[in-house]
C-alpha cells in the first residue's frame, strides 16, 4: 500500500506565498503521475497541476503563471509552489499518485489526506 503525506498548508495574505510538498511511500518502483487536486466547498474537486516522470507538466488555467510543480523522482516526492495567492485559491489541495509500480504489471493509485489552504487578510 502506497501512502502520501502532505505538508505545508497554512492560512496566508492575498499575495503571499506557500509551497505544498508530499511524499510518497511504501513499496514503490516508480510513479508515472503526481500532482495536486483542490476542493472547495461546495465545488467539485479539481486538477491544479500534475508533472509526469518525464518531467512534462499540465496546469489549471487559473494557476498557469502563479503556480510552479516540481517533483524528486529519486525520493519520489512532489511539491507545488504558490505564489501571488487569490481567496479564490482557498481549498483542501490533495496530492495524488497515479501509474505506481508496485510490482511486476502491478500498478496503483494514491491520494493523501488533504492539507487546508486558506487565503485572506
Known amino acids: 500500500q502506497v501512502q502520501l503525506v502532505e505538508s505545508g498548508g497554512g492560512l496566508v495574505q492575498p499575495g503571499g506565498s506557500l509551497r505544498l510538498s508530499c511524499a510518497a511511500s511504501?513499496?514503490?518502483?516508480?510513479?508515472?503521475?503526481m500532482g495536486w487536486y483542490r476542493q472547495a466547498p461546495g465545488k467539485q474537486r479539481e486538477l491544479v497541476a500534475a508533472?509526469?516522470?518525464?518531467?512534462?507538466?499540465d496546469y489549471a488555467d487559473s494557476v498557469k503563471g502563479r503556480f510552479t510543480i516540481s517533483r524528486d523522482n529519486a525520493k519520489n516526492t512532489v511539491s507545488l509552489q504558490m505564489n501571488s495567492l487569490k481567496p479564490e485559491d482557498t481549498a483542501v489541495y490533495y496530492c495524488?499518485?497515479?501509474?505506481?509500480?508496485?510490482?511486476?504489471?502491478?500498478?496503483?493509485?494514491?491520494w493523501g489526506q488533504g492539507t487546508q489552504v486558506t487565503v485572506s487578510s
Open positions: 508533472i509526469t516522470s518525464g518531467g512534462s507538466t
Open positions: 511504501g513499496r514503490i518502483f516508480s510513479i508515472n503521475r
Open positions: 495524488n499518485a497515479d501509474g505506481i509500480k508496485v510490482g511486476v504489471g502491478r500498478y496503483s493509485s494514491s
